[in-house]
């Protein structure tokens, strides 16, 4: 087992006081066997009231609402996770899933429906192409080495960046540039897993890079993928590594723009000014 602390500050700046609308924050840690929350504490400017509830998929979220007008949204968690899956390889794939193509289980395809391929939210002519990069499709392959091929080749062929604009470049985008952020790269790699026929989804988070990193840093993104017999397995396209100890899940979405760590609106003039830093340390 791992502990970690993290620490995520948002600081907006308003040049004349605006009223502020609800605010929703996704920023408590997913629990599960593998990751538990040792502490949490939530510290918002100006004050707030709290609403907690769950989604629709079970991410837990902050609803923050506001009374007086004000020049500045100050947010900040402090939260000591401990992290359990240390060996991300150890676990074992249902025998009708060993070999890539497999059919899902009536019972999990029906609840795993939104997380295939539609054909109305990629184009699928350069998924095509990419794909055969990636993989001969006549020649046999087991699913989890496919999965770990695709993983490989975005890290290896698609150029990271730090990109600050909002949203998430489509997968036609990020291979015609040859980069992006880690949301875009796990955006290509959730919609050629879709197009190959798996279930994925988008994760949003933070991950552990190591104790001589003092500069802050970012939220963090990557995919997982539903295998029959192992479950939900992440794959972090960012750093070509299975998802495992280091990597601390926040929310979970069937589409990346759907969390946002924080989210709102406010009545007043524009130009606000934005800066976040997120620190991960491990705890000894």
């Known amino acids: 087992m791992k502990r970690f602390n993290v620490v995520h500050q948002t600081n907006y700046a308003y040049p004349y006081p605006v009223q502020m609308q609800a605010h929703t924050l996704r920023l408590r840690p997913r629990e599960g066997h593998d990751q538990h929350i040792e502490s949490s504490q939530l510290t918002i400017s100006p004050e707030a009231n709290l609403r907690w509830i769950r989604d629709v998929e079970s991410n837990s979220i902050a609803v923050a609402t506001f009374t007086e007008p004000t020049d500045h949204l100050w947010i900040e968690t402090v939260t000591i996770v401990q992290k359990y899956d240390e060996s991300p390889y150890d676990f074992l794939i249902a025998d009708d899933a060993v070999s890539y193509p497999f059919s899902y289980p009536l019972d999990d395809k029906v609840a795993l429906t939104p997380y295939f391929w539609n054909a109305l939210n990629s184009d699928p002519k350069h ?134 760590p924080v989210s709102g609106a406010f009545w007043g003039l524009p130009d606000a000014n934005l800066e976040v830093s997120v620190w991960v340390t491990e705890i000894h």
């Open 127 to 260: 998924l095509d192409k990419w794909v055969k990069v990636i993989w001969i499709k006549e020649q046999p392959i087991q699913t989890f080495e496919l999965l770990l091929l695709l993983n490989r080749q975005i890290y290896e062929s698609i150029r990271y960046v730090k990109r600050d604009e909002e949203g998430v470049q489509s997968s036609s985008s990020t291979l015609k540039s040859n980069q992006g952020s880690c949301r875009d790269l796990a955006n290509l790699f959730i919609d050629t897993a879709r197009y190959l026929g798996f279930a994925a989804r988008f994760v949003s988070g933070y991950v552990y890079i190591g104790p001589n990193i003092s500069a802050p840093g970012t939220t963090h993104a990557w995919a997982e993928v539903y295998i029959p017999g192992a479950g939900w397995k992440g794959f972090d396209p960012t750093h070509g590594t299975l998802v495992g100890v280091n990597h601390i899940a926040v929310s979970v979405s069937l589409l990346p723009e759907h969390v946002p």
